[in-house]
């Protein structure tokens, strides 16, 4: 089951890095299957397309390599501009245009560029959702092979509308396989009836716990030191990247602050022209008002009034109520001009 290619070092790695842990396992697929064409349905970056390439390179394999993709993205991946397949391009022109094809057009197209039982190995990697997988599985399924393998990734995710786990319970019932619960997932179908006996000897393993076990833990343990190499060089870039997102959050926050006590000082502690003045005739209107009603004494207790003369009670009581209206009114108007200030 070991092969040198298991070890190799990944050439290039970019991102997005959803792929990165089944690299070990694209090398290792490639040097055991050593396929006449392969074809890649989904290669977005190239993180798998270009693994799948070094392995026929470095292995010096007459296999002839295809990427299909629009290139243009879709709801899962996300849509992205022309930028992305011109350096998929230049790298496949200059690393392996000896035999690798990229086909810029959409799965169903590409379908007729094919002949039936012409693919020996088929990475399956497009839109996730259960029916576009199933599509594609059954549309593609006559192009494979007698020694045919179908690879799915993403089989372990179950978030948004992502179906392919349910495509792969309903596909593994039916077909010889493995699966990788690492990176998202990676289902391993042998639909071809004559296969290779690397491939076979693996998924008799595969059939038992223990050798299940030690199968997983060979691939992603492999996966996960190709993740952690390629996050430990890109380490001080993302550090940062970090402060640089740090600082202008700093400074956001220094500016959102000083407009907060421009405001605040402006509207509690600072009463504008216009709003003082009318305070001051307010207040002289009033003073003028009691004036008129009590003489020199500004406000006569209630008891006193009563004592005095039941006539006088009564003005008394309309002049505070009088008063008590014209602050009530005084208030209202500084609150509604702050507010529209
Ligand atoms: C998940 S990405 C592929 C990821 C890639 N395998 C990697 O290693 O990172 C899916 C890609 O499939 C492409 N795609 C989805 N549906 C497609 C279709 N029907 N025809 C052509 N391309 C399609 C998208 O443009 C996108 O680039």
């Given at each position: 089951?070991i092969?040198?290619?298991?070890?190799?070092?990944?050439?290039r790695?970019?991102?997005?890095t959803?792929w990165?842990?089944?690299i070990?396992?694209?090398?290792?697929?490639i040097?055991?299957l050593k396929p006449?064409?392969?074809?890649e349905?989904?290669?977005?970056?190239?993180?798998?397309?270009f693994s799948?390439?070094?392995?026929?390179n470095?292995n010096?394999?007459?296999t002839?390599c295809y990427?299909?993709?629009t290139w243009k993205?879709?709801?899962?991946?996300?849509f992205?501009?022309d930028?992305?397949?011109a350096?998929?391009a230049t790298y496949n022109?200059?690393?392996?245009?000896s035999?690798?094809r990229l086909?810029r057009m959409?799965f169903d197209d590409?379908?007729?560029?094919?002949s039936d039982n012409?693919?020996d190995l088929l990475?399956i990697?497009?839109?996730?959702?259960?029916?576009?997988?199933?599509?594609?599985?059954?549309?593609?399924?006559p192009?494979?092979?007698?020694?045919g393998?179908?690879?799915f990734h993403?089989i372990n995710v179950?978030?948004r509308?992502?179906?392919?786990?349910?495509?792969w319970e309903?596909?593994?019932?039916?077909?010889?396989?493995?699966?990788?619960?690492?990176s998202?997932g990676?289902g391993?179908l042998?639909?071809g009836?004559?296969?290779?006996a690397?491939?076979l000897?693996?998924a008799?393993?595969?059939?038992s716990?223990?050798?299940?076990?030690?199968?997983?833990s060979?691939?992603?343990?492999?996966?996960?030191?190709v993740d952690l190499?390629y996050h430990?060089k890109?380490?001080?870039?993302?550090i940062e990247v970090?402060?640089?997102?740090?600082?202008?959050?700093n400074m956001?926050?220094d500016?959102l602050?000083n407009?907060?006590?421009t405001?605040?000082?402006f509207?509690?502690?600072?009463v504008?022209?216009p709003i003082?003045k009318?305070?001051?005739?307010i207040?002289k209107?009033l003073k003028k008002?009691?004036e008129?009603?009590f003489?020199?004494?500004?406000?006569?207790?209630l008891?006193?009034?009563?004592?005095?003369s039941?006539?006088?009670?009564l003005i008394?009581?309309?002049a505070?109520?009088l008063r008590?209206?014209?602050k009530l009114g005084?208030?209202l108007?500084?609150?509604?001009?702050s507010?529209q200030?």
């Amino acid at each position: 089951m070991i092969n040198t290619s298991l070890f190799l070092k990944p050439d290039r790695i970019v991102d997005p890095t959803g792929w990165v842990g089944h690299i070990p396992f694209a090398f290792w697929v490639i040097e055991t299957l050593k396929p006449a064409v392969f074809v890649e349905l989904g290669t977005h970056t190239g993180n798998s397309y270009f693994s799948f390439c070094q392995s026929v390179n470095s292995n010096r394999l007459p296999t002839k390599c295809y990427a299909v993709d629009t290139w243009k993205g879709d709801e899962h991946a996300g849509f992205y501009d022309d930028t992305v397949f011109a350096e998929v391009a230049t790298y496949n022109e200059n690393q392996y245009h000896s035999f690798s094809r990229l086909i810029r057009m959409t799965f169903d197209d590409a379908l007729s560029t094919f002949s039936d039982n012409s693919i020996d190995l088929l990475h399956i990697d497009g839109l996730h959702s259960y029916e576009a997988v199933k599509h594609d599985f059954n549309a593609w399924l006559p192009k494979l092979s007698h020694r045919g393998v179908i690879l799915f990734h993403d089989i372990n995710v179950r978030e948004r509308d992502f179906g392919v786990w349910k495509l792969w319970e309903e596909l593994s019932a039916l077909y010889p396989h493995l699966a990788f619960d690492h990176s998202s997932g990676l289902g391993v179908l042998i639909v071809g009836g004559n296969q290779n006996a690397g491939i076979l000897e693996i998924a008799k393993e595969f059939e038992s716990l223990s050798g299940q076990h030690l199968i997983k833990s060979l691939f992603s343990r492999l996966g996960h030191m190709v993740d952690l190499e390629y996050h430990s060089k890109t380490f001080p870039r993302d550090i940062e990247v970090r402060d640089t997102e740090i600082n202008s959050l700093n400074m956001m926050i220094d500016e959102l602050e000083n407009n907060i006590n421009t405001t605040f000082n402006f509207r509690f502690l600072r009463v504008p022209k216009p709003i003082k003045k009318l305070k001051n005739s307010i207040r002289k209107r009033l003073k003028k008002l009691q004036e008129k009603f009590f003489s020199k004494s500004k406000y006569i207790p209630l008891s006193e009034l009563k004592k005095k003369s039941p006539k006088i009670f009564l003005i008394g009581n309309k002049a505070n109520f009088l008063r008590l209206r014209c602050k009530l009114g005084l208030l209202l108007l500084i609150i509604s001009h702050s507010f529209q200030s």
